[in-house]
């Protein structure tokens, strides 16, 4: 059980990391699923989880997309079969990005410190492309959302976009100021 338990702990971190972006996106710019959100902050809580963690948070970012879509959103119109596949190709996009990214050999994302920030973005267009395109097919299959498919994918993409970019920059700037404070009080 004690060699389990940091990953146990890193897949809370993450369930706790994406729940905490949906509640601050759903209280400061709304949600509706047939349009998404112009600052859709889960998908830069996944990526940064992600990126810390690894592909190890699977299950916890699973559990927290789905939870947040039943509990916060309920985005999936009654049809929690196809909400959870919407929210397991969520959480599978930036794993994907991530795979893809390294296999053309851009950037090594197991060496956080060899990522320049230019590398992120990237990385968060390209998932943003790919979560917008599953949750377009997936919600269109549904047939429980009537769609405007170019109001739904420039939606989707731009909040994906902005999301990630201001909940990582947020971390990058802030945890920093953290550890550096921290640092001086046990000085």
Partial sequence: MEQHKPLIINNLIAFLAIFLAS????????????????????I??????????????????????????????????????????????????????????????????????SIDFRHILFLIFFTAIIHALSR????????????????FLSHYLVGDMIGGIVVIWTVLKILPYFISVSRLGKA
């Fill in 23 to 42: 509640i601050t996106m759903k209280y400061l710019s709304g949600f509706d699923a047939e349009v998404g959100s112009y600052l859709y902050l889960p």
């Fill in 44 to 113: 830069g809580a996944k990526i940064l989880v992600f990126l810390l963690f690894g592909r190890h948070v699977l299950p916890g970012v699973m559990a927290s997309c789905i939870f947040c879509g039943v509990v916060l959103f309920d985005a999936w119109g009654g049809n929690f079969a196809w909400g959870a596949i919407g929210a397991i190709m969520g959480a599978i996009a930036p794993l994907a990005s991530m795979w893809f990214i390294q296999k053309l050999r851009m950037v090594n994302f197991s060496n956080l410190a």
């Fill in 136 to 151: 377009f097919v997936i919600y269109a299959k549904s047939e429980v959302f009537s769609i405007n498919p170019i109001d």
